[in-house]
């Protein structure tokens, strides 16, 4: 590849990574005096780092080896006393895997925004925080430990906060960036308390120290117990940022923001950063951790599916749609599937991000993202038409050999399915991946029907609608081309598997009785031991998921298409009208959420606030009362008792002077009784003291 | 011949004063330490002698007095940086009432040091900030002064006597600027500013003769005191008689000076002369207050408390990561039900500080660099927050949160700077508040019996993310209020006051070795002190 | 006789202890200044008594009845003075009766 091995230093990862930061710096501060607002700072630096990211992989491709792992060294970021942190960068296939999808669908979705946020007032602050957010992204990925995998993933949290908010406003714009923050420093919280956990017990925090201390040193008190906690905590983190339920709250009403943003950021890069994230620290999670993931994950994706069967907002259906994928995705990783996992992940990126910007383009055509505005677009704008039919195929998983969410879904399923059979009592799971793959069929295939067949419902909107520029389109064909040929040029998943292998569990299970660990190491055991069930399984799931599709779709055109309406979607709402409404109101969970989380906690501010003015600052203003209250009875008892003894002895004085002056009674007779009287007394006195010898 | 035989005749001390703290460094020879604690003092008298209509001169001169100690300051900075923190540098050492043995003892080891920084740098960044001060300009100044001169004492005193000196230095002035330059409330707050804090010094006093009273140096020699103020001298737990071997007399004095600290620190429930004060107080001031004040409680127990009791220090670290926690949960709480601005800032504070002590509390080197740090990003980072409010409160006449709307439309530059200081005081990686909460919470972990509480620390992060950014949105997002369109953007020199400390920000939190690194020697003699000392007594 | 005269003394002593109480009575029951006046002669030879007692039977010197010849005369000189006092009073209030008298009080 031109002679220069991309890998041999790591000068060009770290170019990948620069590139967008200084883009980032460049457009922040000087972005608006430049010409065109510097639109073209951003879209070249993300095109170098795609550039380098495609040479990257075309050599990782080259090379073939599913243990290859770029060793770079690492450097000494902060020491405190013992505790060191290094940071460095990791590059093997997932990297490259990762690297390419985000660089890419960040490159598009840079170019595809020059067209869509053509002539907004702050056109270049736009671009800025798309580096920003390209960059941090970057970062994640390029990340070899956990401290610094968190301070990324924290910036790619901050891009988000300020990508949605970018319309701040609009009120539900500032609202829901605000949500989006704040759950997902919610599952931050845990995913940070999950890495503090794995620094107190191993202190260590880069990737692969961690599972050599794990499967070589482990201390005993870090017991599995320990693990599985430390696990789910983690695991937590990819709850927020890959809005998992219950924190899935943010996702769709992220899309608040610009669409290219939920192209970008909350379709195909950086709500995969949690599903990521499992996927690199995967030897962590014991078997109990799995399977809460696999849970929370199957759960996701049944429940979003369901939701975004009814919903209005194109944009909406999307979001619902992407959480449900990612649903699959975690519970693929749950489950076992681990390639299958992450080759969702990849194919999710570009027909996730496909349907978003298609949304996007019938939204810049329309101004509306309303399903019932639209409809009979496919004559006015072919090429979107075209697009997002094949992202549909491809998320409904649409059958084999033409494009690629079939098989990374058919794996996850096949995984699931294997552990079904396996161990029975989880049967829950596979009902909820073939049933969710059902409703995805449905709802994708109700989006395309409203949106560009039967006749126009807002003729005055069809009016205006045209295609859109070529910024945009070019984007749609690249991602629909790349839609189809993800999946390795009709190829299947092999091609996929000689680069992306399922890592040992770094977790040794020290104290199980063999017998017991089929048990308890279920999920390892189905793909270690099991090898003739795992290929039944596919079989399974392959005949099952096509059969379950295309039923689907069936359903899905006699309700939406406008030549058959065999099936009317308003009756069968009316029917089932409870069912409905609560599909309808997203079970109501932001309710619910308002009603007993936020508002008990707000009121419980206010109380804490009136604690600390009335009781905490009372005790110290009672304090400061009670001290001048002693001080007044101080001053009356000063006045009074201690000014009053001196008076007192000045009227006794007094008074004996008065009483003294008793005695002056001018008569010479009663002087001399005095006088006499006093010569006796003293004769007394000096008889008594001094002769009385 | 040793310099410090001039000082004592016993080789054992002077051993131990250069074995632990002082190396091999000179004595005497810079005079860094009082030249930037007293430039400031000397600025206040000129500042008296000019006439009161001069006022431009009386600000000038204010720089110029806060400026060398700066200039001083980055020297400090460079000669720590080259040579790391470990030992007392700078170092001058004078009799003072030689019949006590009281010392003008000043010197910085990597504790301090970023202290000693800090105060230089929020003070002159004060200056422009106070800037538009019209009323008793030259009162005003140069009681500034003498306060910068007071906290550049305090944290360069290494001796407890002339320590508490300069603690009640810094008060008076402190007493005067908010209860005449403040807010509507601000004899309230001056007072009661003024007495909390007196009373935690009569603690601190009476600790100070207590410990002063029950060290025996052993001097030889006719006339020679037998007890010591040195704070150096008084960690040696050798010289310790009397009273001071006696457990429930040391835990006393231990939380005598803890209450002496709390109460600057603030740890609940000591903590409500703070939003008082800081909602009174000019901006400015609220910045010092912030800024520096608040760090001598936390520095207080890192010079004093912990190695003078390491015992106790021991002893008690649970306690003192419970009132950590309670800090930061408390807090944050308290924040996000504000309505003032101002106040919110000063809850907030609360709530940041409450990770010093947690980091403290869990006496792990981790914990300790995280807490110094917390300190010194607290620093700057509230105090770009306060001159933001500051700024704002001058344009706008109010501080309601639920007042504005929409400025970010209006007044972009500082909406965006607003921003950048609420996600550096969220703790958002790549700044620096995230690298000491981060380590506070690593040092809370490390320790063997605090895993619940700083896991329960841990949801401050998320309370605090709430509050900032539920309050960025209401003022700057949302539909413009269009009472506020003459709203004018951010001047130059608020920009000048903000910039500084917005790249401080970014670059520790990026490159945080550049300062745990001065700090590290400092901790790590902190560290065997504790260790030795807390050794010595077998309770 | 050295037995009658060792008593001596004592005797006079105690004779002029009683005269000199009688004198005290004297001066403080008499209403009449003149009587007073008496009393007051009684109080005088009373101490005269003991001068010459002492002198005689204590000491064996003559001083002491030197002294009483002086104090014969000064009581001689006080009662012309004490009874120009008494006349002028008379003249002046019209009786002698001291306890109706108290201008020493002003």
Request: hydrophobic letters at 55%; one cysteine or more; charged letters at 10%.
């Amino acid at each position: 590849m031109l002679g220069i091995d991309f890998l041999g230093s790591q000068f060009w990862p770290l170019l990948i990574l620069l590139c967008p930061l200084a883009a980032f710096v460049v457009q922040i501060f000087i972005g608006r005096f430049l010409p065109r607002k510097g639109d073209w700072v951003s879209l070249a630096a993300i095109g170098i780092s795609l550039l380098i990211s495609v040479a990257c992989f075309a050599q990782v491709l080259i090379k073939k080896d599913p243990h290859f792992t770029a060793g770079f060294p690492s450097y000494q970021w902060l020491t405190a006393g013992m505790f060191t942190i290094k940071m460095g960068i990791l590059f093997d296939n997932i990297t490259a895997i990762m690297l390419v999808v985000v660089t890419l669908v960040s490159f598009l979705v840079h170019l595809y925004s020059v067209g869509y946020m053509h002539g907004d007032i702050r056109y270049s602050r736009f671009f800025a925080y798309l580096s920003l957010f390209s960059f941090s992204m970057i970062g994640l990925v390029l990340s070899n430990n956990l401290l610094s995998l968190y301070i990324f993933w924290e910036l790619v949290g901050v891009s988000s906060y300020l990508l949605i908010g970018f319309w701040f406003e609009k009120v539900s714009a500032a609202n829901a960036c605000k949500k989006a923050f704040v759950t997902n420093r919610v599952g931050d919280f845990g995913f940070f308390l999950g890495i503090l956990l794995i620094i107190f017990f191993l202190g260590k925090t880069e990737y692969g120290e961690v599972f050599n201390a794990l499967k070589m040193s482990r201390p005993v008190d870090f017991t599995e117990g320990w693990l599985t906690f430390a696990g789910v905590c983690l695991f937590m983190g990819a709850v927020g940022k890959s809005a998992q339920f219950p924190l899935h709250v943010w996702l769709p009403d992220a899309m608040e923001g610009p669409t290219p943003v939920s192209a970008l950021i909350h379709a195909a890069t950086m709500v995969a950063a949690g599903v990521y994230m499992v996927t690199r620290l995967y030897p962590v999670f014991t078997p109990d951790a799995l399977l809460v993931i696999a849970y929370v994950g199957g759960f996701t994706a049944i429940f979003a599916a369901t939701i975004a069967l009814v919903q209005n907002d194109i944009k909406r259906v999307l979001a619902y749609s992407t959480v449900s994928q990612l649903g699959y995705m975690v519970m693929g990783l749950g489950v076992g599937g681990y390639v299958a996992g992450f080759y969702h992940l990849w194919t999710h990126a570009f027909f996730k991000a496909l349907l978003f910007l298609c949304s996007g383009s019938v939204i810049h055509a329309l101004h509306s993202q309303d399903l019932r505005d639209m409809g009979g677009l496919w004559k006015k704008m072919p090429i979107t038409f075209v697009a997002m039919t094949i992202g549909t195929l491809a998320i409904s998983g649409f059958p084999p050999y033409f494009v690629s969410g079939f098989y990374s879904k058919d794996g996850i399923l096949g995984a699931t399915l294997a552990l079904v059979m396996e161990r029975p009592q989880h049967f829950v799971l596979a009902i909820f991946g073939f049933l969710g793959a059902a409703f995805t069929a449905f709802y994708m295939f109700r989006l395309i029907y409203m949106t560009f067949t039967g006749h126009p419902r807002d003729e005055h909107k069809y009016e205006h609608a045209h295609e859109s520029p070529w910024t945009m389109t070019v984007p749609l064909m690249v991602l629909a081309v790349l839609s189809i040929c993800s999946a390795g040029f009709f190829s299947g998943s092999e091609w996929f598997g000689d680069y992306v292998q399922k890592p040992e569990s770094a977790v040794v299970m020290a104290h199980v009785p063999a017998g017991a660990h089929e048990a308890v190491a279920g999920s390892e055991a189905v793909h270690e031991g099991g090898h003739s069930t795992e290929h039944a399984a596919h079989q399974y799931a392959v005949i099952l998921s096509i059969l379950i599709v295309f039923i689907s779709i069936t359903l899905a055109t006699l309700t939406y298409y406008h030549k058959f309406k065999k099936i009317s979607a308003e009756k069968i709402a009316e029917r089932l009208k409870p069912v409905y409404n609560l599909l309808y109101n997203k079970y109501y969970i932001d309710e619910i959420y308002e009603k007993f989380i936020i508002r008990p906690v707000v009121r419980f501010t206010k109380l804490c606030s009136r604690f600390d003015s009335g009781v905490i600052d009372g005790a110290v203003n009672g304090t400061a009362k009670a001290t001048v209250f002693a001080a007044f009875a101080t001053g009356q008892h000063d006045l009074k008792v201690i000014d009053g003894a001196v008076n007192g002895v000045a009227q006794t004085v007094i008074a004996a002077g008065k009483g003294a002056g008793m005695m002056q009674t001018g008569r010479i007779k009663n002087y001399f009784a005095w006088a006499v009287g006093g010569m006796v007394c003293i004769l007394g006195l000096i008889y008594l003291l001094l002769l009385r010898r | 011949m040793d310099y410090l035989s001039n000082f004592y005749s016993n080789p054992e001390i002077i051993k131990y004063l250069r074995d632990v703290f002082l190396g091999a460094g000179a004595i005497n020879q810079s005079h860094i330490l009082s030249l930037m604690t007293f430039v400031p003092f000397l600025g206040a008298i000129i500042i008296l002698f000019i006439p009161r209509q001069n006022k431009d001169l009386v600000r000038a001169v204010a720089v110029v007095a806060t400026g060398i100690p700066l200039l001083l300051a980055a020297q400090v900075f460079w000669v720590f940086y080259t040579q790391g923190g470990a030992q007392m540098k700078f170092v001058e050492m004078y009799d003072w009432i030689k019949p006590f043995n009281i010392q003008y003892f000043m010197g910085i080891d990597g504790v301090s040091a970023p202290m000693v920084i800090l105060t230089a740098l929020l003070g002159f960044i004060c200056i422009f900030a106070s800037w538009n001060i019209e009323k008793g300009v030259k009162a005003y100044f140069a009681l500034f002064l003498i306060l910068e001169t007071g906290m550049m004492g305090v944290f360069c005193a290494l001796d407890f006597f002339l320590f508490y000196v300069y603690w009640e230095v810094m008060l008076l002035p402190m007493y005067f600027l908010i209860g005449i330059w403040g807010g509507p409330r601000k004899e309230y707050a001056a007072i009661k500013f003024f007495v909390y804090t007196l009373a935690g010094s009569v603690l601190m006093l009476l600790v100070m003769l207590a410990m002063y009273f029950n060290t025996n140096i052993a001097e030889a020699g006719p006339n020679a005191a037998q007890h010591t103020f040195n704070l150096l001298l008084l960690t040696n737990q050798n010289m310790h008689i009397g009273i001071l071997q006696n457990f429930d007399m040391r835990l006393l004095l231990y939380i005598g000076l803890f209450i002496a600290f709390a109460i600057k620190v603030p740890v609940f429930p000591f903590h409500t002369w703070l939003p008082d004060a800081h909602v009174e107080a000019p901006t400015a001031i609220s910045v010092i207050l912030a800024g520096v004040l608040l760090k001598m409680g936390t520095y207080g127990i890192f010079r004093i408390s912990f190695p003078l009791l390491p015992d106790m220090a021991q002893y008690t670290s649970i306690g003192l990561a419970v009132f950590g926690m309670i800090n930061i949960i408390y807090g944050a709480l308290c924040a996000m039900a504000q309505d003032d601005l101002k106040k919110l800032v000063a809850y907030s504070s609360i709530s940041h500080m409450g990770y010093c002590l947690l980091g403290m509390g869990a006496l792990t080197a981790a914990g300790m660099n995280g807490a110094l740090l917390q300190m010194f990003n607290h620093g700057t980072i509230t105090g770009m927050l306060f001159l933001l409010v500051g700024v704002i409160y001058e344009r706008a006449h109010h501080r309601n949160v639920d007042g504005f709307g929409g400025l970010a439309t209006k007044v972009p530059v500082y909406a965006g700077i607003m921003g950048f200081a609420f996600f550096a005081s969220l703790g958002l990686p790549g700044m620096s508040g995230f690298i000491s909460e981060a380590l506070c919470f690593i040092g809370g972990f490390e320790h063997d019996y605090l895993h619940v509480i700083t896991a329960v620390s841990t949801l401050g992060i998320v309370i605090t993310a709430a509050y900032l950014l539920w309050t960025f949105q209401k003022i700057f997002l949302g539909p413009f209020n269009n009472k506020y369109d003459n709203l004018q953007e951010i001047n130059g020199r608020e920009l000048f006051t903000l910039v500084p400390l917005g790249i401080i920000v970014v670059i520790l939190g990026f490159f945080p070795s550049i300062i745990l690194n001065i700090m590290g020697g400092g901790i790590n003699t902190l560290m065997n002190i504790i260790s030795k000392g807390a050794g010595h007594w077998s309770w | 006789m050295d037995l009658v005269f060792g008593k001596m003394l004592d005797n006079l002593i105690i004779i002029g202890a009683i005269l000199f109480c009688l004198g005290i009575y004297t001066v403080i029951t008499r209403r009449n200044a003149v009587g007073i006046l008496m009393g007051v002669e009684l109080m005088l030879n009373s101490a005269n008594l003991n001068f010459v007692a002492f002198s005689k039977f204590r000491w064996g010197m003559p001083d002491g009845q030197v002294f009483v010849i002086f104090v014969i005369i000064l009581a001689a000189a006080e009662a012309a003075v004490a009874l120009a006092i008494i006349l002028s009073i008379f003249h002046n209030f019209g009786d002698i009766d001291v306890d109706t008298k108290d201008l020493l009080k002003e």
